[in-house]
């Protein structure tokens, strides 16, 4: 077994004793303080798997959101508003019915991750779409995670891509 795929066995087994509820709602209230935020008008968010962060509750501010849907090797970028239907993709993840934009549109983008480091790379699921996505497109990106998974250095390969900010509590 790999470094990485051993890290995500941990990182999932952390995330399962955590108050996720708790700390989705601090965070929810971090980003609301934060001026990244505050400024962005479009906004992708990404829709929470089992014990991971849940940042939906931001639906409820003024600002244009988005959901990723991911379409063979490609992460689309879609509308998305409270109460808009969500189908389940080949991952298990709840992903929009709408149609893509282009992505050059989103100001900020929040990206889910297993576990970060404090240099601002990321542990995901091992699919690489956030990677890709963020290479291509130049999005102010930040992680929030529970302090439990932040770590001092993840291992990382060529073609992560570091994240504008990593945000815990």
């Known amino acids: 077994m790999d470094c990485k795929t051993s890290l995500r066995i941990s990182a999932k087994n952390i995330r399962k004793k955590l108050d996720i509820s708790s700390k989705s709602l601090k965070l929810t209230s971090k980003i609301r303080q934060m001026p990244e935020y505050i400024e962005a008008k479009n906004v ?3 829709y929470p798997m ?3 962060i849940n940042l939906l509750d931001l639906l409820n501010d003024s600002k244009n959101f988005y959901l990723p849907k991911v379409c063979k090797d490609k992460l689309l970028i879609c509308p998305f508003q409270k109460g808009d239907r969500l189908e389940k993709s080949c991952f298990n993840v709840c992903e ?3 149609n893509s934009i282009e992505p050059e549109i989103i100001d900020l983008a929040f990206v889910p991750a297993l576990m ?3 240099m601002g790379y990321r542990l995901g699921y091992g699919g690489g779409f956030y ?3 963020l290479t291509n497109y130049k999005i ?3 992680v929030p995670i ?3 998974l932040l770590v001092d250095e993840l291992p990382r390969e060529e073609f992560d891509v570091a994240v504008y900010k990593v945000l815990c509590t």
């Open 44 to 46: 992708l968010l990404f």
């Open 50 to 52: 089992k014990y991971e």
């Open 96 to 98: 929009p019915c709408s």
């Open 116 to 118: 970060a480091d404090k």
């Open 131 to 133: 990677d890709r996505f």
């Open 140 to 142: 102010k990106s930040i």
């Open 146 to 148: 529970a302090k439990e």
